[in-house]
């Protein structure tokens, strides 16, 4: 830090030296020249602070952290891609029964990736209030055309069978 502080303090020394040298230099022949040299003594100047930080810049001192990268099995992806498939299948189920005017309870699909990774599910449970107990077939309709899979419907805690 102390490094970057040197270096605006030459900064700001420069510059006000260039101005004072801008002031005192006629408007004639020798302005161009003088021009010519204050630019040279601004770049000079820069440079050396500068160079000067830079080389006492002690790369040893910096101690770099160590970072640790997890390690994830090929069956944890998977498990992760299982449950997140599963969670927006649940969604788009849920919504699509909503539109038919049917209140689910709860949706829980169980999911499986084959070694192909294809995605397929297992076993589809839903939970429904006993208001919506003469729409199963609807509900069977809804479930089975959006994920080929014959739904487990449970009414307040009971099976239909």
């Known amino acids: 830090m ?3 502080q040197t270096v605006c303090v030459t900064l700001c020394y420069t510059c006000i030296a260039v101005s ?7 408007q004639k022949r020798t302005r161009r020249v003088m021009g010519f040299v204050i630019g040279l003594f601004f770049i000079s100047t820069m ?9 006492q810049i002690q790369l040893s001192e910096i101690e770099q952290e160590e970072i640790t990268i997890p390690e994830y099995s090929e069956e944890d992806f998977d498990n992760e891609i299982a449950q997140m498939t599963a969670d927006n299948l649940t969604s788009a189920l849920n919504e699509l029964l909503l539109n038919e005017g049917i209140q689910t ?11 192909k990774g294809r995605i397929s599910v297992v076993r589809a449970v839903i939970y429904i209030n006993e ?9 069977r309709s809804i479930i089975y055309r959006n994920i080929a899979k014959e739904p487990e419907i449970y009414v307040d805690g009971e099976e239909l069978q």
């Not at 309870?105 to 070694?115: A, R």
């Open 2 to 4: 102390s490094g970057l």
């Open 131 to 139: 208001a919506d107990r003469s729409r199963t077939s609807d509900i």
């Open 105 to 115: 309870q709860d949706i829980q699909l169980t999911l499986k990736i084959s070694d």
């Open 47 to 55: 440079t050396s602070a500068v160079a000067e930080q830079v080389g």
């Open 20 to 26: 004072i040298i801008s002031l005192l230099v006629p």
